[in-house]
């Protein structure tokens, strides 16, 4: 019953280095979401898709880009991988019109 | 968006009901209260949601005071996996496909044996 898949549980990457996150979700949801989730920060918005090769910044979209080729694909790219974004990086999905969400499991991120 | 303000955290006895409480006293007449959950490591999880009445599924009951300016969710019969942060959101419907949520702090609700 698997819904929004996100690739990796957990993912350990030296600075510097470039990451990616994947995500997919088998609903046709048109609108997919990446936020990231720190302790005392609750969930914040990096950046948004609305249809395929649409994309929108967040409240912190700076040190990532993002990449939605398919309708069920959304990519999270951490060109250059750095201490400060060692976080849990949560996917999300929506059918446009709704503000009915539903998440993946979640990418714990760890950047030495 | 209206802000919404929630305590930090409550407990509840297994088998209880669980009266998780939000007051958005700032709301306006377009905007929703959606009600979400996490589970400790996991993604949050949609519970349900409404404007003025009172609505029950499978899961919660959402009960919206008549002037709209606060609101309980009620979880009628608590067990230990309900065990989470309540985050409680107040938003417009969505007219476009770019509006966003935006996650507060939540409520910590630990439901005890």
């Known amino acids: 019953d698997v819904k929004v898949t996100q690739s990796s549980r957990y993912l350990v990457k030296r600075t510097g280095e470039k990451v990616f996150l994947e995500c997919v979700q088998d609903m046709d949801h048109e609108n997919m979401f990446w936020y990231r989730q720190d302790p005392g920060l609750g969930l914040r918005l990096i950046y948004f898709?609305?249809?395929?090769?649409?994309?929108e910044k967040g409240d912190i979209p700076e040190g990532y880009s993002v990449s939605r080729e398919k309708k069920e694909r959304f990519s999270l790219i951490l060109e250059s991988a750095s201490t400060n974004q060692t976080s849990m990086y949560l996917c999300?999905?929506?059918?446009?019109?709704?503000?009915?969400?539903?998440f993946g499991a979640g990418s714990r991120l760890t950047v030495l | 968006d209206a802000k919404t303000t929630q305590p930090t955290s409550m407990d509840c006895a297994e088998g209880r009901a669980a009266n998780l409480p939000c007051n958005h006293s700032t709301i306006s007449g377009n905007e929703y209260v959606y009600w979400y959950r996490q589970i400790h490591s996991q993604g949050p999880q949609y519970i349900i949601h409404?404007?003025?009445n009172n609505e029950t599924n499978e899961m919660a009951s959402l009960i919206i005071t008549e002037d709209r300016k606060s609101s309980t969710l009620i979880l009628p019969h608590a067990t230990l996996r309900d065990t989470a942060v309540y985050y409680c959101?107040?938003?417009?419907?969505?007219?476009?496909?770019?509006?966003?949520?935006?996650f507060g702090k939540g409520t910590k609700l630990t439901v005890n044996p």
């Open positions: 999300a999905s929506r059918v446009s019109m709704t503000n009915v969400l539903t």
């Open positions: 959101i107040v938003r417009v419907a969505v007219r476009g496909g770019s509006e966003k949520l935006v």
């Open positions: 898709s609305y249809d395929v090769k649409m994309k």
């Open positions: 409404g404007l003025k």
